[in-house]
């Protein structure tokens, strides 16, 4: 992250711009992790209606953004029975289990085709007995993490959620927020671990942007919500989601989140197609070998619903700036793209700058006050530089445009709601 936010502060505010993978000095949040259990004395429901809450959780959580996508795993037949009117009902019963847990994983930039790079068994291993979006998940505009993130867990799109950008100001107060802003009055709509706890139930987060927010019934209790720290090895952290299934079965978390900072962290650095790609992702396949190794010896992988998903893609960005010096805040907008298509600007025919309003419908990035009036959409690989510099680094950017190819992700579902072997297109 870093000189590039949605700002009125700036001559342009561009939505394109990457931001920095969350390294020490630019970490999610900023404290130390606690991974120790402790129960919590929240009531554990029957697991008729715990069963049902799920269900309905499930529903909730990806209705806004994948309702396509989940319908066509709960409730639509696919292809092979299209002539039926029949939803099929995939969900299995519990072996081991006495209630449902969902575990939902992200690994940071993990780029649509980013498993076809290297061996990776055990993320297929989930796909082959689970679901997936066969041509990737199309992360939200902007295809950033923090605007993503929050999606996922909320199913609302950025400018209902309120967080659209890594960092943006407010305009009406002029505050800005950036990645440890942990006020409430910044994250809108209603996360999915503040859902569990409505209902009742107990929830776990093990790192995702917005989980340490105090915010309705969630107060980001002690022992339950991790707060961020970017040095915890992933073998720990997938270690202590394991942890929570030796508590007694009532006081098991029924939602619990696991985050990854890689590929992503790489990605920015040498790009989507530098061997560092395969071997981190290689890595990843391992935190789910080990994820599911642990599973495995409790008995209880089957009956465990793992939902894995990326924020974003990656493409590759080697030189490629357009320079807009001669432009300021003071500039008409209707000069704006004339000044860019003239040729005087260096490259300016990749941007186009939008009034917010007139950007394309499908990008659903328009109704806040939070989304500055201007927006600039750059063409994938470029990055606006307002002062040339001689830098000759190459890496990877993301944040451009949601339609982009390169900017898709994965989703894989696999366990007891999910269908075994499915495969929709896209969502
Ligand atoms: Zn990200």
Known sequence: M??????????????????????????????????SLESEANGSPSKCSTTTIFIVLILVSFVALFSAFVFAFLFYSSSHSSSSATPRNFSRPLKQLENPVVLLVSSDGFRFGYQFKTPTPNIHRLVENGVEAEMGLIPVFPSLTF?????????????????????????????FFHSASHEPKWWLGEPLWETVVNHGLKAVTNFWPGSEVKKGSWNCPEKLCMKYNNSVPFEHRVDT????????????????????EDPDHQGHKVGPDDPQITESVA?????IGRLIDGLERRGIFEDVTIIMVGDHGMVVRCLLFVHLQVMH???????????????????????KVYLKEDLPSRLHYAASDRIPPIIGLIEESFKVEQKRSKRKECGGSHGYDNAIFSMRSIFIGHGPQFARGEEGAIF
């Open 283 to 287: 890595r990843i396949d391992r935190m």
């Open 2 to 35: 870093g000189s590039d936010s949605l700002s009125q502060t700036k001559p342009i505010p561009l939505s394109t711009e990457e931001e920095d993978p969350p390294t020490q000095s630019t970490a999610l949040l900023s404290f130390d992790t606690d991974s």
């Open 241 to 260: 989601a394991l942890s929570y299934f030796d508590l007694p079965s009532r006081e098991i978390p029924a939602f619990m989140t696991l985050y990854f």
């Open 329 to 351: 805040h003071r500039m008409l907008f209707a000069k704006m793209n004339e000044g860019l298509e003239s040729g005087k600007v260096d490259n300016g025919k990749y941007l």
């Open 147 to 175: 605007p993503n993130h929050y999606s996922i867990v909320t199913g609302l799109y950025p400018a209902y959620h309120g967080i659209i950008n890594n960092h943006f100001i407010d305009p009406n107060t002029g505050e």
